[in-house]
């Protein structure tokens, strides 16, 4: 199978090779974002309307005062905003969200000072999404540096997740307390993670009451957008994509195409007839067109345009966009001067150039979101005394562990194992001629033979077996190692709870991550605890 190349890796060593993807530039040059801020100038947003509604959302959260005031920065037609999203993961999903919230914070901060204008940073939780597995699910890492889950009960119904009602804490409790590592921070984190379930009234609260409290000193800024008024806000938008959708198709269909000419991985894939956007009946149905009639994704019933656009008009909470819609939709509602995509959202961004422009909008500037891995003192004296690097952890332990066990082999186990099946072979020829006494003995002979060579096998791997107890110490070294670091087979980032290290060292952690500097080459950052 053909490998798909690294959409970061080119836009950070040879961006013109992406720059027709890309329209707003290299998120290297700052010239870019000076132009970006131009355009943003020329577009008008309903800047008053986002503020009053998202106000009280923020009181209702408890939010800071610096959140506070950023929201009131944004009544200002100055203002420009750098924006991220991702499900609504539990007690925030894995460390990558808190990544991608970090990156937008200080990219913000960044621009508000070369720019010498507010600049406030947006997240976008995708609460109107329904995919149940991914987010049903986090990882903790335990005392002993094992992986325990946190899982929600359920299936989710095909709901949103943020018509998702929180669980009692009584079913998180238990799982968290065995999962949670011994820690002096630990009983301190429980208490918040209780004050968060039995504070929000659906999952969608819960995540960003927890992302909060994990950077509330630098201010972000929440958007759900399953709220009524937001909905009321993007009903404008939401019409113009039901009226364009063969245009949209058509905008997507030529970008992808060259994108995968290119070598990268096509993230959306198209049927040629979605309208991308669905429809709560009261589970959400996706709106397709077909035979110059819309429908909703497994149902015969037909709607005509105008029927979509009178229910739109009574009752616009019950559409939402998909992956093609929402950046245009985010685009409509926001002065978006940057995106904060992870590795890989920039697949699917490069895909839609053609259909922002199919609105008249020109894609924000898309800045990757930070890469970063944990390194506990214990994973970092492993990797010296194994002289292991980073690399060979990703790419898995096991040979190493098999070299570490024959490495100890002192006894040759092999070649002894090897050397008894030629002295039984050798036994066994010397008996050939009992074939001649009866008709069954070389049946005899051969089911004989067959148990024996199985009793050898078994000795075989019983030995094995006590080889590796002589390595135990070596090899738990190694299992640590891959459970820390690369989990599940994956990034540490894409599997692994960051309340595994807040529990460890506090919320002092978090300021480990926002000291991390921001470089153009958008390669992985390490944290060394």
């Known amino acids: 199978m053909k490998e798909m190349r690294n959409p970061m890796q080119t836009m950070a060593t040879c961006f013109e090779q992406v720059a027709l993807f890309f329209p707003s530039g290299n998120p290297k040059l700052q010239e870019n974002f000076e132009r970006r801020a131009t355009y943003l100038d020329t577009r008008n947003y309903s800047r008053e309307s986002l503020a009053d509604i998202l106000k009280p959302y923020h009181e209702k959260l408890g939010a800071s005062s610096e959140t506070q005031r950023m929201i009131e920065e944004l009544r200002l037609k100055e203002t420009l905003v750098v924006i991220t999203g991702q499900q609504a993961g539990i007690l925030t999903g894995p460390m990558y969200t808190l990544y991608k919230a970090m990156t937008t914070i200080r990219l913000a901060k960044e621009q508000r000072e070369k720019l010498g204008r507010p600049v406030v940073p947006v997240f976008w939780i995708a609460g109107e999404d329904h995919d149940w597995l991914e987010i049903r699910e986090t990882f903790i890492l335990n005392t002993e540096g094992k992986l325990a889950n946190c899982r929600l009960p359920g299936d989710g119904g095909g709901k949103s997740v943020g018509n998702q009602r929180v669980p009692s804490w009584d079913k998180i409790e238990v799982q968290l307390r065995e999962a949670m590592p011994d820690s002096e921070f630990r009983s301190s984190v429980l208490k918040q993670c209780k004050q968060f379930n039995e504070q929000a009234e659906n999952l969608t609260q819960w995540f960003a009451l927890t992302l909060q409290w994990l950077v509330k000193k630098w201010g972000l800024i929440f958007f759900d957008p399953l709220l009524p008024e937001f909905k009321r806000l993007a009903a404008p938008m939401y019409e113009q994509i039901l009226k364009m959708h063969s245009d949209v198709r058509d905008a997507l269909k030529q970008r992808t195409e060259e994108w995968v000419k290119l070598g990268f991985e096509a993230q959306i894939q198209q049927t040629g007839i979605d309208v991308n956007l669905f429809l709560s009946v009261p589970e959400r149905k996706l709106i397709q067109y077909v035979d110059r009639g819309f429908y909703l994704k497994g149902q015969e019933a037909s709607w005509d345009l105008d029927a979509l656009n009178e229910l739109l008009a009574k009752a616009p909470e019950r559409f939402s966009p998909n992956v093609v819609a929402r950046p245009v939709v985010q685009e409509y509602l926001f002065p978006t001067l940057a995106y904060v995509p992870g590795p890989g959202e920039l697949n699917y961004w490069a895909q839609l150039g053609k259909v922002f422009n199919t609105f008249g909008f020109v894609m924000p500037i898309l800045y990757p979101r930070m890469s970063v891995v944990v390194l506990t003192a214990s994973w970092q004296k492993s990797l010296n005394k194994e002289a292991l690097t980073l690399e060979d952890v990703y790419r898995g332990l096991e040979k190493h562990q098999e070299r570490c066990i024959r490495d100890r082999d002192d006894q040759h186990i092999d070649e002894r194992i090897e050397r008894l099946r030629s002295q039984i072979e050798m036994a066994y020829a010397e008996l050939e001629p009992l074939k001649k006494i009866h008709a069954n003995v070389p049946e005899w002979l051969i089911r004989n033979e067959e148990k024996v060579s199985f009793q ?74």
């Open 456 to 529: 050898v096998d078994y000795l075989k791997k019983k030995v094995w077996q006590a080889q590796r107890k002589r390595c135990r110490e070596k090899l738990l070294r190694l299992q640590e190692l891959e459970d820390g670091i690369a989990p599940n087979n994956s990034r540490q980032e894409r599997v692994i709870n960051p309340l595994s290290f807040v529990a460890r060292y506090g919320l002092s952690f978090v300021d480990r991550i926002a000291d991390l500097p921001m470089t153009g080459d958008f390669s992985e950052k390490q944290i060394l605890l």
